[in-house]
């Protein structure tokens, strides 16, 4: 009996160890590769590589969120076969084991895309990679500040609005004073986002703060709003764009002037109402 029972221990061992060898030579991974970002009506190519070793693939999956929307099976007829998901297309003409291509793409098409592989019997063995794609919508007018008055003395409170245009994502909006940017959260009053019935949506931010002698350069003081789309987009500062294509980022200006800057008479103000669009290239 334990003459038996050894041996049986040794075959388990054996088969397990024969398995080890066998699946580290399967299965190693897989990498998800999809555009960061695409803009309504371009197509996106998703791509899926893996290292299948010496195993057979059976299936790849691909989900957007936690809905399959794709599916390619070699043994299957047909191999590849796509499922209805609010926001995805897929061009099957253009897609296989390796790829998925969607087109067009929609604000909807936002989101987290998984692509899932998985070997034949007798492993069965599986692995995943994920990663997010962004569409972009782009604001098509300059933010507008609101709550300026006619006129201000020195001393006053003054509580301004900055409101983007609709876009998707969200603007990011930002407040300059003499083209230095307010970084101090007791200044900043955020809202939340507005969405419209379009599935865009639009930020706001307040800006606050007593006027003072020193807010006037040469006898004005210039109070500015910039809005972006996707910082991300941008690298090391507003003037430089990883991207082919020119991107705007938009500005209201809100221009105060003063006569006398030490004296505490009455400043005016003239609120420019589309500044400019200012086109930055890489």
């Known amino acids: 009996m334990i003459v038996v029972s050894l041996q049986l221990i040794c075959i388990h061992l054996l088969t397990g160890l ?28 998703l791509q899926c590589d893996y290292d299948l070793g010496n195993f057979t693939l059976y299936a790849v999956k691909w989900y957007k969120e936690h809905e399959e929307f794709y599916r390619f099976v070699p043994r299957a007829r047909p191999q590849a076969n796509w499922y209805e998901v609010d926001g995805v297309h897929v061009d099957m003409s253009r897609s296989n084991s390796k790829k998925v291509v969607l087109h067009p793409v929609s604000w909807k098409t936002s989101g987290l895309f998984r692509c899932e592989v998985s070997a034949e019997a007798p492993s069965f063995a599986s692995a995943q990679s994920e990663a997010r794609m962004e569409i972009i919508i782009l604001p098509e007018e300059d933010p507008v500040i609101t709550g300026d008055e006619m006129q201000y003395q020195i001393g006053d409170d003054i509580n301004l609005n900055c409101t983007s245009a609709k876009s998707h994502p969200a603007s990011i909006l930002h407040w300059y004073i003499n083209e230095e940017q307010i970084t101090s959260q007791d200044a900043l009053v955020n809202y939340p986002t507005a969405r419209h019935p379009t599935g865009l949506v639009s930020s706001t931010l307040g800006l606050t703060f007593r006027l003072a002698h020193n807010h006037f350069r040469g006898g004005s003081m210039r109070v500015k709003c910039v809005a972006s789309i996707a910082p991300t987009l941008y690298r090391g500062d507003r003037e430089s764009i990883v991207r082919s294509e020119n991107a705007p980022i938009r500005e209201a200006l809100l221009l105060v002037n003063s006569s006398a800057v030490r004296t505490p008479a009455t400043v005016s103000v003239v609120v420019v109402a589309t500044l400019c669009s200012l086109l930055l290239k890489i």
């Open 18 to 45: 024969m398995w080890g060898l066998s699946a580290s030579t399967g299965l190693r991974w897989v990498k998800v590769s999809v555009p960061q970002y695409r803009e309504p009506g371009e197509s996106a190519t």
